[in-house]
Nanobody
């Protein structure tokens, strides 16, 4: 059973930075998603194609960076130049390499406000 734990969320002013962490899996296909109130969950950034491809949402390109530390089974999301519209609950997701089953963390709240 995969158990993912996100951390690093919080309240930050516009233009600020946060780094999210997701611990708990060695699977290669993994990513970050977010869900704002009243909106559908959306992709933020992800490793796909057995970890060989990185995809970013257009809205975060140039501001967010996804990375991973395989030795620690941890994935990160460095978020810079944060905007109020980045406010959401951020979730990490991993995909089992054979069954293609998705596993989700419980999420961490990011609030960008002055």
């Amino acid at each position: 059973q995969v158990q993912l734990v996100e951390s690093g969320g919080g309240l930050v002013q516009p233009g600020g930075s946060l780094r999210l962490s997701c611990t708990g899996s060695e699977y290669t296909d993994m990513g970050w998603y977010r869900q704002a109130p009243g909106k559908e969950r959306e992709l933020v950034a992800a490793f796909t194609n057995a970890g060989n491809t990185v995809n970013y949402a257009d809205s975060v390109k140039g501001r967010f960076t996804i990375s991973r530390d395989n030795a620690k089974n941890t994935m990160y999301l460095q978020m810079n130049s944060l905007k109020p519209e980045d406010t959401a609950v951020y979730f990490c997701k991993v995909t089992h390499p054979w069954t293609k089953r998705d596993y989700w963390g419980r999420g961490t709240q990011v609030t960008v406000s002055s």
